[in-house]
């Protein structure tokens, strides 16, 4: 499951149609250092796909730093100086930080892609770049070059640099330091909340190499509240992702309500979440409604489906056989604790779990449920769905029943067979001396030969 799980996340990071590229992204800030135990496993179960790393400062002099008191020479809370002189330093101060990031993509995990930001509100990077590319250029010489080029070498997994300048609009400093970020090896992506004629020029220009900006995340909060997606469809096919600031009073409701409308009538692609820095909201719950809303994996064919309410009610989630450990199940739009009924298609077992990577207390299915009863309802953390046992298993010399899609299949010499529904009505007898095919609707049937009797599932 892993490795398919893989190759689809790699496959939606490729590929241009909006079923196939769906991400879910949040931005990480301070507290994933201050808190990093926590913080860290909860980003690998979220849900989400996209971690963006809140925030990488531009100082004056070209050096890297987070959460840092530059005036008074110190780090604020667990900030510090990250890169300076062309040499990554951050260790110094932070140990574990590149061990932890990179942690994010080690499964089992969510998360497929992490991003570095640049800017918000406030934040003078982009006017110290501004004022570095007009005095030194670009080159690998100049200071710039030389301390991303040591963040990139320190955590090559971060493939993307996150702009969200919010002030110093200068399209020519942007794109000449952009372009930099494209030859030392990062993608760029952008927030913009307004000044739409700088973010299309940008982009434009970066992009005349196809692919260097390749997401767009709009701000649809803040002093982008009043923002229409529809209205921002000016950067061709990149993939646009709209913006929800979880800080807010604001509800997963209010949040479902307008990614769902963006979705139908602005041609959004993804959702995005403003802020992660604390742990007032549950990270998973907030990434799989978004994930039910952008599915960033579906089903090809369905073994079971899994619902919010009792009754079949709430949300439905169509998952195909598998095993799925908690950030797994969280990608197909699965909240962990909060599956209340499942139906099973024939022919399936599912057992779930209590605990996140198919451990603790579990229990098995083989038909729907209404209700999971007996301490079940919300206490899935994982599950795994298999064929069931038992189930097509008629063997006999010279001959074999099994269920197929749409048909019972008879093979070599079984003689006669007969076919009754699970209440025990006869449905059908076949007489057959060579292989043979029986269509029949999809269900469940007990099929009876001379070498007995098994429950036979038509999928």
């Excluded at 090559?156 to 002030?167: S, T």
């Excluded at 006999?396 to 197929?404: D, K, L, M, S, Y």
């Excluded at 007969?418 to 057959?432: E, F, M, N, S």
């Excluded at 060579?434 to 599932?457: C, D, E, N």
């Amino acid at each position: 499951m892993k490795t398919k799980l893989a190759l689809l996340l790699a496959v939606a990071g490729l590929c241009a149609a909006p079923e196939l590229y769906a991400q879910s992204a949040i931005y990480a800030c301070g507290h994933i250092r201050r808190n990093r135990t926590e913080a860290y496993d909860n980003l690998r179960n979220s849900g989400y796909t996209t971690a963006i790393i809140f925030n990488v400062t531009v100082e004056e002099d070209g050096t890297l730093t987070t959460d840092y008191d530059w005036k008074n020479q110190r780090p604020a809370e667990t900030g510090g100086i990250i890169c300076r002189d062309g040499e990554y330093v951050f260790g110094e101060v932070q140990p574990e930080y590149v061990s932890d990031v990179q942690s994010l993509l080690k499964q089992p995990t969510s998360i497929s892609r992490l991003e570095f930001c640049i800017g918000g509100w406030g934040n003078g990077s982009y006017g110290n770049i501004r004022k570095l590319v007009e005095r030194d250029g670009t080159g690998p010489e100049t200071i710039l070059y030389r301390n991303f080029k040591a963040l990139k070498e320190a955590i090559p997994e971060v493939v993307a640099i996150n702009n969200d300048q919010e002030q110093d609009y200068n399209v020519e400093a942007a794109t000449a330091f952009h372009r930099m970020m494209a030859e030392i090896g990062y993608k760029t992506t952008i927030a913009p909340y307004t000044n739409k004629t700088f973010w299309q020029t940008l982009v434009a220009n970066l992009n005349e190499t196809p692919g260097t900006c390749d997401i767009v995340y709009l701000q649809t909060y803040g002093g982008g509240s009043g923002n229409n997606p529809a209205s921002w469809k000016v950067f061709g096919d990149i993939p646009m992702y709209v913006g929800f600031d979880c800080e807010s009073s604001s509800s997963r409701t209010t949040m479902e309500r307008k990614f769902k409308n963006w979705k139908e009538n602005a041609d959004v692609q993804g959702g995005f979440l403003w802020n992660y820095n604390d742990e007032r909201r549950n990270l998973n719950e907030w990434a799989t409604a978004i994930n039910r809303i952008f599915p960033t994996v579906k089903a090809d064919k369905v073994a079971a489906t899994a619902y919010g309410n009792a009754d079949f009610g709430g949300y439905a989630v169509e998952l195909p056989a598998g095993e799925f450990s908690q950030p797994e199940m969280a990608l197909y739009g699965v909240t962990a604790k909060d599956v209340a009924s499942l139906k099973v298609t024939p022919g399936y077992t599912v057992t779930l779990y209590k605990g996140r990577f198919l451990d603790g207390d579990s229990r098995t299915w083989t038909e729907d449920a209404s209700t999971l009863a007996d301490g079940w309802g919300d206490a899935t953390c994982s599950l795994r769905i298999a064929p069931g046992s038992g189930i097509g298993d008629i063997d006999a010399a010279g001959g074999a029943v099994i269920g197929g899609e749409g048909e019972i299949i008879f093979r070599g010499e079984t003689r006669e067979a007969k076919i009754y529904d699970l209440q025990g009505r006869l449905l059908k007898t076949l007489c057959t001396t060579a292989s043979s095919r029986l269509p029949m609707p999809r269900g469940l049937y007990l099929v009876t030969t001379a070498a007995g009797t098994a429950k036979i599932a038509v999928r």
